[in-house]
Structure formats: structure tokens, C-alpha cells
């Protein structure tokens, strides 16, 4: 008997009927904080760096540490979130993600040594690997018709991260020191830790685990808070389901995995989903979305990165540059706002683009533009124009990022979302440790020419990368399973 007939409805057909409304705009706060948080802490790379460099006398390679030890905890960190969210469920990620990030980030105000910088600054990272989750944990909860426009919105958290921290380095710096940036900072991550208690779990992660009665659950609070109904019938997990599930909570099956027993389940799930994403149902998908993640964090972090080498002057390369009285004094925090605000403008074009052309061709166009941006900065040019550029690049760069960032949680089922969209995300920090050595290292040895060349270069493959992806995922229901 067809599914209408006896009354069965979906998970995507329930948020479509639940509508967005304040339940998510809730999901949305949480979330959005997440990345929020993450900003502030990746922005501080463009600033404490050199504060630090000129209190403890360090040459450019301990400098540049200080940003890479970052991208290589995250690295670490977003594999090993993505399986803990995976395994043991959303909430339970945010709970230790929360946990490392606030205590090392609060901690390494204390830093008595470069080295102990070094060690905590790389637990911070490790913790902030794990923001992709915030991002597939809200994208469980958005119907598909608007999906896009309202992963764009959520992305605006972490443009209004940037902005803060550099207002934040702007006003402190001034008056206080690093430490106090480092302090502060780590705020909005005991802010997550605080309203734990109250964030929802992922009814698709329950639905996928077997869970549908915990998942109606939230449904129907979800129901209560907007103010709207469910369908009439009985929550299943897909269409493809022949009968109605029990909806007990003591269902724990994972659709692409064999069956196990629930002991030694969960030791298992994590390396399994990690070796799913290797089916030939899915390598292609990997592989892309590393390359094309990889291409994104390089790009972006070496873009907000060349904003302060190129501003400040430091490298003493680039005498027209420095002889701009706007750009002495306050000028790198200046021009991190600045470009920070760049990415608004960015956002919103994305945001009319993504529902209506693709994801892919959004990429393409946004990144197209970026190229078109950074072009001229191949030759050294005048102060103003040299901003003007960065902003544009960063404008379009942080568009194609975002993108990316909600591309990639929407080509992987359920069961292995955050593991795959974890593992892409640490390859794509692989890129942010990268960038570093190209912005500060040749920049300070005054190869400008050869430090856009690269970031040019790794563009274009992106770009390549981009049109290779069998499919875009405009408007089309989350899978469940790799089918």
C-alpha cells in the first residue's frame, strides 16, 4: 500500500510542514555562536603574532608557528568530532568541543613562554575543529526548499565574528595587551558551554539511529514553538521504509553499517564511517571535496593573512605602502575591518545565488571573481587600491567558502554527515597551516609576485575541481544512506 494511503510522513516532509520559525531560529543562535566563536579565534592569527613576535623577540618561522600549530590542531580536532557526533550524537559533541576550546583559549592568556602559547594555542584548534558540527547539526533542522538561503545566513555569524575581533583587537590593543585579546576572545565558547543544557538533539541523527520516538519528540516541541502542525500519520524514516518503525529510542540501527551489537557498535562506528567515505559510492565525492576545501581555506586564511603583511609594512618591501600616513599606527586593524566588512556584501550576493542557480555555479562565479581580484596585486600597488583589492578578493573568497561549507554536509548521509564533512574540513585546515609559510615567509622575503602566483594557482584547480562534482544539491531532500 502506497505510504499517503496509511498515513506515513518523512523527516524532510515534517520540517517542510514545520516551516522555519523560532524553534530553529533558536538552532540557528546556538549554532551560529559556534562559528562565531571560531572566527574571533582565527582572526586573532592576523594579530597576536606579531604582538608576541615584538614581546619575546621571535624570528618570522616562531611567528608563523603560532598560526600553523592552529590549523594543525583543527586538523586533528575535525576528524575525531565528526566521528565522536557521529557516534555518539550531536549534543555530546558540543558538550567536549565546548569544553576544550573555552578552557585553552581562557588558559593561554597565561602563557608564560612561547612554548606553552604554542601548546595551548594548538588545543584551541583542536577544539575549534570541531565547529563543522554546529553547521551539519543546524542544517538537520532547515527544510530543503530553504535550505541554502538560511546556511548563508548562518554563515553571516562568522563574518560578524571577524568584524568583532578585529573591533575587539581595535579598542584592547590600544589600551591593554595580547593577553586580554586572548582572554576575551575565548568568551563566546563558555557562552556555548553555559546553554548546553538546552540545545536539542538532531532529529535526523535520532531518526537515523533507530530513535524515531525521541525524534518526534522534538518535532512536536518544534511543532508547539512555531506554532504549526505535523502531518497527520506516523514519522518514518524514509520512503523507501515499507512499514512504520516503532518509535521506541531503544532502536539503534545505522542504515550503512552491517549489524552489531550496541557494545561494540560504537567502537567500531568510527572507523567504519571513516572507511565509508571511501565506497565507490563516495570516493569521488571525498576526493573532490578535499581538493576544493583545501583550495578554500588556502585562499581564504592566506587572504586575511596578506591584509596585515601587506598593510603593516613589516617586511620593509614595500616603501609605497608605508608612506601612507593611514596605514601607519592603527592601519592593520584598520584594514582587518575594513576587509572584514568586505564579506557581507559577499554573503548576500551568495544568499540571492545559492536557491537559485546551484552550489556549483555560486562557486564558480564567486571564485571567478576572487581570481579577477587578487590579479592585480601580481605588481606592487598604492595603499588604497591594494585594500580595495583585498576587500573584493576577500569579498568573493569567503562567499565560495561558505558554499563550499554547506556543499559538502549535503553530500554525505546521516550516518557519516559530520565524519565526512569533518575529515573534508581537516584537509581544507591543512591549506590554512599552508598559508602561513606563503603569506608571512615569501611576503617577508619580498616575493609578492610569487605569493599571489601560488594563490592564484590553487584557484584555478579549485575551480576545475568545482565543475567535476556529479550533481548540486539545490533543493534536493538529505540522504540517509549512501544509496
Known amino acids: 500500500m502506497d505510504n499517503e494511503q496509511v498515513g506515513l510522513y518523512t523527516l524532510d516532509e515534517a520540517l517542510e510542514s514545520l516551516g522555519f520559525g523560532k524553534f530553529q531560529a533558536f538552532v540557528l543562535a546556538y549554532a551560529g555562536l559556534g562559528w562565531f566563536a571560531e572566527a574571533m579565534e582565527i582572526m586573532i592569527l592576523s594579530f597576536i603574532g606579531q604582538a608576541v613576535k615584538s614581546e619575546w623577540g621571535l624570528s618570522s618561522n616562531q611567528e608563523s608557528l603560532l598560526s600553523t600549530i592552529v590549523f594543525a590542531g583543527m586538523v586533528i580536532g575535525a576528524y575525531g568530532w565528526g566521528t565522536i557526533s557521529d557516534t555518539y550524537g550531536r549534543r555530546t559533541g558540543f558538550l567536549t568541543i565546548s569544553i576544550v576550546t573555552s578552557g585553552a583559549g581562557f588558559l593561554s592568556t597565561f602563557s608564560p613562554n612561547y612554548l606553552s602559547l604554542v601548546i595551548l ?126 518509535p521506541t529510542p531503544s532502536e539503534d540501527r545505522i542504515p550503512l553499517l552491517p549489524s552489531l551489537s550496541k557494545s561494540s557498535m560504537q567502537s567500531k562506528l568510527g572507523l567504519s564511517s571513516f572507511f565509508m567515505l571511501f565506497s565507490s559510492k563516495l570516493i569521488k565525492t571525498t576526493a573532490l571535496l578535499w581538493v576544493l576545501l583545501f583550495g578554500d581555506s588556502f585562499s581564504y586564511y592566506g587572504i586575511i593573512l596578506l591584509t596585515s603583511k601587506l598593510s603593516s609594512g613589516e617586511s620593509g618591501c614595500f616603501p609605497t605602502i608605508q608612506s601612507s600616513g593611514y596605514l601607519l599606527g592603527d592601519s592593520l586593524y584598520v584594514n582587518a575591518f575594513i576587509t572584514s566588512i568586505a564579506e557581507l556584501p559577499g554573503l548576500f550576493l551568495s544568499a540571492l545565488l545559492v536557491d537559485r542557480v546551484g552550489r556549483k555555479q555560486t562557486m564558480s562565479i564567486m571564485f571567478g571573481l576572487a581570481f579577477i581580484f587578487l590579479l592585480p596585486l601580481l605588481t606592487r600597488q598604492s595603499a588604497v587600491l591594494t585594500t580595495c583589492l583585498l576587500f573584493g578578493a576577500r569579498m568573493n573568497a569567503m562567499a565560495t567558502f561558505t558554499v563550499a561549507s554547506i556543499y559538502a554536509p549535503e553530500l554525505y548521509p546521516t550516518s557519516v554527515r559530520t565524519t565526512g564533512a569533518g575529515v573534508a574540513s581537516a584537509v581544507g585546515r591543512i591549506g590554512g597551516m599552508v598559508c602561513p609559510l606563503v603569506s608571512v615567509a615569501l611576503v617577508n622575503a619580498c616575493h609578492q609576485t610569487e605569493a599571489i602566483a601560488i594563490y592564484l594557482a590553487v584557484i584555478v584547480v579549485s575551480l576545475v575541481c568545482i565543475q567535476l562534482f556529479p550533481y548540486d544539491t539545490k533543493g534536493r531532500e538529505l540522504s540517509d544512506t549512501a544509496s
Open 121 to 246: 594555542r594548538g588545543f584551541v584548534g583542536f577544539g575549534l575543529g570541531g565547529t563543522s558540527v554546529f553547521l551539519s547539526w543546524f542544517l538537520e533542522f532547515v527544510p530543503a526548499s530553504s535550505r541554502g538561503m538560511w546556511m548563508i545566513v548562518f554563515s553571516t555569524f562568522w563574518t560578524f565574528g571577524s568584524i568583532f575581533e578585529a573591533t575587539l583587537v581595535w579598542i584592547v590593543m590600544a589600551k591593554l595587551n595580547w593577553r586580554w585579546v586572548l582572554a576575551l576572545s575565548s568568551v563566546p565558547s563558555f557562552v556555548l558551554l553555559f546553554l548546553y543544557g538546552v540545545a536539542p538533539e538532531s532529529p535526523r541523527y535520532l531518526c537515523m539511529k533507530g530513535r524515531t520516538g525521541d525524534a518526534l519528540r522534538i518535532l512536536e516541541k518544534m511543532a508547539s514553538v512555531n506554532r504549526t502542525k505535523l502531518p497527520a500519520g506516523v514519522l518514518i524514516s524514509s520512503r523507501s521504509t515499507d512499514k512504520a518503525e516503532e
